[in-house]
């Protein structure tokens, strides 16, 4: 099992794991701040925080995601 050049490595999977594990991040955050809100309480804590880095994660998955389906092209 030797390395592959650059040219041959597919990065397909690790941007959809970027997007999946993002939106389960973001997900979290929804429901964490849905707590927060209905509670009046602080039980999940920085709830936005968390919706926001699910969204860059996933934009980020997406870009690289454009970005080797280009290469590909």
């Known amino acids: 099992m030797g390395l592959k050049s650059l040219k ?3 990065y397909e999977n690790v941007a959809l794991l970027f997007i ?7 997900v979290y ?5 849905l707590v927060n809100f209905l ?3 602080n039980s999940v804590g920085d709830a936005s925080q968390k ?4 969204a860059i994660l ?3 998955g997406y870009i690289q995601m454009e970005l080797e389906l280009l290469r590909h092209k």
Request: net charge negative; aromatic share 12%.
């Open 51 to 54: 919706i926001t880095d699910g």
């Open 39 to 41: 509670t009046q309480t």
């Open 20 to 26: 999946v594990i993002g939106l389960f991040i973001f």
């Open 29 to 33: 955050g929804l429901i964490g701040w």
């Open 8 to 10: 041959e490595r597919n």
């Open 58 to 60: 996933t934009v980020l």
